[in-house]
């Protein structure tokens, strides 16, 4: 039975280091690019929650000074549509809940102003 041997080279061996340092880098740089991530969504949610609420707020006093003629739900519904119609040209998605939500959230501050 002949015994295998390993011929190592100083070349293999800071080849294999070579190999191993790119992968190390590689999973830091992939570690870095979820942390800025979850950093770019943390931060963008955050800023177009205030956006959402300032534009249910811009939309519901558009909707109770435009359309007094109209009845509630007629006025949600054009506030709606003012929001979606603003999202659409900034290019941020919201859902129905969330729209009716700040529309809601402007009229219980609207009473309780008064």
Same mark, same amino acid.
């Given at each position: 039975m ?6 190592i ?5 800071l080849l294999?280091?070579? @190999? ?12 870095? *690019? ?9 931060t963008?949610?955050?800023?177009q929650?205030?956006?959402? #609420?300032? =534009?249910?707020r811009e ?15 007629? *006025?949600? #519904?054009e ?13 941020? @998605?919201?859902t129905?809940?969330? =729209?009716?939500?700040? =529309?809601?959230?402007? *009229? ?7």
């Open positions: 002949e015994s295998a041997t390993f011929d080279s100083v070349r293999d061996v294999m280091g070579l @190999e191993l340092g790119l992968f190390v880098l590689l999973v830091v740089l992939y570690r870095w *690019k979820l942390k800025a991530l979850g950093y770019y969504r943390t963008m949610s955050v800023r929650r205030e956006w959402l #609420n300032l =534009i249910g939309a519901f006093h558009y909707a109770e000074r435009a359309f007094t003629h109209y009845d509630g739900p007629a *006025k949600l #519904n506030a709606v549509k003012y929001v979606l119609e603003r999202s659409d040209q900034q290019g941020v @998605e919201v129905y809940p969330e =729209i009716r939500a700040v =529309i809601e959230k402007a *009229k219980a501050e609207m009473v309780l102003s008064k």
